[in-house]
């Protein structure tokens, strides 16, 4: 059975793109999804639905699969949660609490300390958890969603590049200007001079990109 995991994503989180990249990388990744001991009777239950509706063709059959799928790979989260795959990490959904912590506040101050107590983990340790899933700092991480909503305010509005950094969480403009051209690799207004090319260069970025990617 063939299926586009990212369709189904986009419409389980259809407002929230890094959250299905996360999800989907995750998915996506090398390693054993399951395994001989791990009890999969829900899965086996969804997978044959799905073979029996598309058999079957019953009135909305497209719909009960499109129902199906989407119960599926949430049931497939779950797996990846509980499984036990060494030097793989941490799970995402682990540091999921923390990824929406960064969505919904990036706008103010963001300490470490909260990110980690979202996750109830200790600072240590959800440094370490993050870097390893995430192969980059927790701040970092800020800075690259707050880039992320500083393009589409410029994009967007005719919101000047002080009032744009003070919206997504900056201090100074001076700060704002700073992570965008090591994002991006170029200064907020060149970026917005050439919008097209800018955008798709942003749009190369991956999340889970290899360390030191930032610096």
């Given at each position: 059975?063939?299926?586009?995991?990212?369709?189904?994503?986009?419409?389980?989180?259809?407002?929230?793109?890094?959250?299905?990249?996360?999800?989907?990388?995750?998915?996506?990744?090398?390693?054993?999804?399951?395994?001989p001991d791990m009890n999969?009777?829900?899965?086996?239950?969804?997978?044959?639905?799905?073979?029996?509706?598309?058999?079957?063709?019953?009135?909305?059959?497209?719909?009960?699969?499109?129902?199906?799928?989407?119960?599926?790979?949430?049931?497939?989260?779950?797996?990846?949660?509980?499984?036990?795959?060494?030097?793989?990490?941490?799970?995402?959904?682990?540091?999921?609490?923390?990824?929406?912590?960064?969505?919904?506040?990036?706008?103010?101050?963001?300490?470490?300390?909260d990110l980690a107590h979202?996750?109830?983990?200790?600072?240590?340790?959800?440094?370490?958890?993050?870097?390893?899933?995430?192969?980059?700092?927790?701040?970092?991480?800020?800075?690259?969603?707050?880039?992320?909503?500083?393009?589409?305010?410029?994009?967007?509005?005719?919101?000047s590049i002080a009032m744009?950094?003070?919206?997504?969480?900056?201090?100074?403009?001076?700060?704002?200007?700073?992570?965008?051209?090591?994002?991006?690799?170029?200064?907020?207004?060149?970026?917005?001079?050439?919008?097209?090319?800018?955008?798709?260069?942003?749009?190369?970025?991956?999340?889970?990109?290899?360390?030191?990617?930032?610096?």
């Amino acid at each position: 059975m063939y299926f586009d995991i990212h369709e189904v994503l986009k419409k389980l989180y259809p407002d929230d793109e890094i959250l299905r990249e996360n999800i989907g990388h995750e998915i996506s990744r090398e390693g054993r999804l399951l395994t001989p001991d791990m009890n999969i009777q829900k899965m086996t239950f969804l997978v044959r639905g799905i073979f029996s509706e598309m058999q079957n063709k019953e009135y909305m059959y497209r719909d009960m699969v499109s129902h199906l799928l989407m119960m599926l790979v949430v049931e497939i989260i779950r797996k990846l949660q509980n499984s036990d795959l060494p030097e793989k990490g941490t799970m995402t959904v682990d540091i999921f609490p923390a990824i929406d912590y960064i969505k919904k506040n990036y706008a103010s101050q963001i300490r470490v300390v909260d990110l980690a107590h979202s996750c109830g983990m200790s600072e240590s340790y959800f440094r370490k958890v993050f870097g390893k899933y995430m192969n980059m700092k927790p701040m970092d991480y800020v800075n690259f969603v707050r880039i992320q909503r500083g393009c589409a305010l410029l994009r967007e509005t005719n919101l000047s590049i002080a009032m744009v950094s003070e919206r997504i969480g900056y201090v100074s403009a001076s700060t704002f200007i700073r992570n965008f051209k090591r994002i991006i690799g170029c200064t907020p207004n060149k970026w917005k001079a050439d919008e097209e090319n800018a955008k798709s260069k942003f749009m190369n970025y991956h999340v889970t990109a290899l360390k030191g990617w930032l610096e």
